[in-house]
């Protein structure tokens, strides 16, 4: 079955400094990977997708993501945070032979200090 | 845009209420599901459906039923509500045709207290 971790619950980072979420997933396949990002009081928003190809994917708002096949990891970056950046950042899973479904990851809750 | 809307943002009942939670969507997508969101569990799949009056359980679909009668619409179901389904519930749809590679579409949720 496949699994999605993401190891940290929240981070802080500075208004201006760079930001990495990780994110590891468990499937022996090539998986459909997604991060999603929800804002308070809001659903989920995808930030980007990676299904093939070129392993560093570029999404809205600044943010990027690489693909890492030997460490089965999906971790999500951004050069510079800026105050609306805080949220909660979701990684999530798919695969063809699960259908239409993802799996979630945890998420992780990024907070931005002025 | 993709307009999932859900009827209620915050929602309290008793428990043993039969509790229903709509979900609309405006973009005639086949795929629609039903998630709850809990700190530190992320979203866990309830219940999906992939056409009218088609559906099949997600990971955690005790407790819970759903509805489908129309294309736009799916309903959750609480059958007897508990207190252990506190939660956020989450809506969301997408399209059929590229399975687990189409994008899916979150509603803002309802957050639901059972007491």
């Known amino acids: 079955a496949q699994s999605v971790t993401q190891p940290d619950i929240h981070i802080t980072v500075s208004e201006g400094a760079s930001l990495e979420l990780r994110c590891n997933y468990s499937?022996?396949?090539?998986?459909?990977l997604f991060w999603y990002v929800q804002s308070p009081g809001q659903g989920l928003q995808l930030l980007l997708k990676?299904?093939?190809?070129?392993?560093l994917v570029q999404g809205i708002k600044g943010f990027e993501a690489e693909f890492k096949r030997s460490q089965s990891s999906f971790n999500l970056r951004k050069p510079s945070v800026h105050w609306s950046d805080a949220a909660e950042y979701f990684c999530a899973v798919g695969a063809r032979e699960y259908g239409n479904k993802l799996v979630f990851g945890a998420g992780t809750i990024l907070r931005v200090k002025s | 845009d993709v307009k999932v809307t859900q009827s209620s943002r915050y929602l309290v009942k008793r428990t043993g209420e039969k509790v229903f939670l709509e979900c609309v969507q405006d973009m005639d997508h086949e795929n629609m599901f039903w998630y709850r969101q809990d700190p530190g569990l992320g979203l866990r799949l309830i219940y999906f459906?992939?056409?009218?009056?088609?559906?099949e359980k997600g990971d955690i679909p005790e407790g819970y039923s759903v509805s489908r009668e129309k294309k736009e619409r799916f309903s959750l179901i609480l059958e007897s509500a508990s207190t252990n389904q506190t939660s956020m519930y989450l809506c969301?749809?997408?399209?059929?045709?590229?399975?687990?590679?189409?994008?899916?579409?979150f509603g803002p949720g309802t957050r639901l207290l059972v007491l």
């Open positions: 499937y022996g396949a090539t998986p459909y």
């Open positions: 990676y299904f093939s190809g070129d392993t």
């Open positions: 459906s992939y056409d009218v009056k088609m559906k």
């Open positions: 969301a749809s997408s399209l059929f045709l590229g399975g687990a590679k189409e994008t899916q579409y």
